[in-house]
C-alpha cells in the first residue's frame, strides 16, 4: 500500500529555515511527482509546489518563489522540502502528497502532516 | 492568480443529500478533485477526475461538472461524514490550487 512518511514536528526562530522529509513506498517513487501542501491554524489548504520524482523538474508556487526548494533522493524515495527566511505566518501543519506526472494536478495520496512552529 | 470558489458552510440533516459547489474559470477543460479532511486527519481523496471515487469510497460519494461548476454530491449523508471538503484543480499554466474548503455539517 501507498505509503508517504513525514519526519517530525519542529519548532523555529523567525528568519531560519527548516527542512522537512517524506519517505515513500508501495509504489515505484520515479514514476510520480510530489507535491507539498500547506495548512495555517484553522485555515485552507494551501499548495505549495510541485517535484518530479523522475527528472527533478519543479513548479512552485508564485508567492514562495524564492524560499522554497524541493528535492528528491531517489535511492532512498525520499523527497524533501525546505523554506528559508521563516516568518511566524509559515507557522503550520505541511503535508506531502503523492502526485502525477508530468506536471501534477492530481494529488491522491497524502503524509501525516508535519507541525513546524515559527515563534521567538 | 486562479480561484475556485466553496461555500463556507452546507448544513444537512442525516439521510438528506449534501451537495457542495466548486467554481473556477478553468473547470471546462481541468478536472477537479474532491477530498475530505476530519478535525486533526490529513486530508482523503474522495473523487478524482471530476466523478471517479477511488476504491474504498463509499457510493453515497459522487462527483459531476458542468461548465466553470463542479459538484461533489453525497446522497443520503451520514454523521460521519462531517468534515472538511476541498476542490482542488489547476490552471492553464499547470499552477495547481485548492478551493477555501466547506465545513459540512450532518445533524
Known amino acids: 500500500q501507498v505509503q508517504l512518511v513525514q519526519s517530525g514536528a519542529e519548532v523555529k526562530k523567525p528568519g531560519a529555515s527548516v527542512k522537512v522529509s517524506c519517505k515513500a513506498s508501495?509504489?515505484?517513487?520515479?514514476?510520480?511527482?510530489i507535491s507539498w501542501v500547506r495548512q495555517a491554524p484553522g485555515q485552507g489548504l494551501e499548495w505549495m509546489g510541485w517535484i518530479s520524482a523522475y527528472n527533478g523538474n519543479t513548479n512552485y508556487a508564485q508567492k514562495l518563489q524564492g524560499r522554497v526548494t524541493m528535492t528528491t533522493d531517489t535511492s532512498t524515495s525520499t523527497a524533501y522540502m525546505e523554506l528559508r527566511s521563516l516568518r511566524s505566518d509559515d507557522t503550520a501543519v505541511y503535508y506531502c502528497a503523492r502526485d502525477a506526472p508530468p506536471s501534477g494536478g492530481s494529488i491522491d495520496y497524502w503524509g501525516q502532516g508535519t507541525l513546524v512552529t515559527v515563534s521567538s | 492568480s486562479y480561484e475556485l470558489t466553496q461555500p463556507p458552510s452546507v448544513s444537512v440533516s442525516p439521510g438528506q443529500t449534501a451537495r457542495i459547489t466548486c467554481s473556477g474559470d478553468a473547470l471546462p477543460k481541468k478536472y477537479a478533485y474532491w477530498y475530505q479532511q476530519k478535525s486533526g486527519q490529513a486530508p482523503v481523496l474522495v473523487i478524482y477526475e471530476d466523478s471517479k471515487r477511488p476504491s474504498g469510497i463509499p457510493e453515497r460519494f459522487s462527483g459531476s461538472s458542468s461548465g466553470t461548476m463542479a459538484t461533489l454530491t453525497i446522497s443520503g449523508a451520514q454523521v460521519e461524514d462531517e468534515a472538511d471538503y476541498y476542490c482542488y484543480s489547476t490552471d492553464s499554466s499547470g499552477n495547481q490550487v485548492f478551493g477555501g474548503g466547506t465545513k459540512l455539517t450532518v445533524l
Open positions: 508501495g509504489y515505484t517513487f520515479t514514476s510520480y511527482g
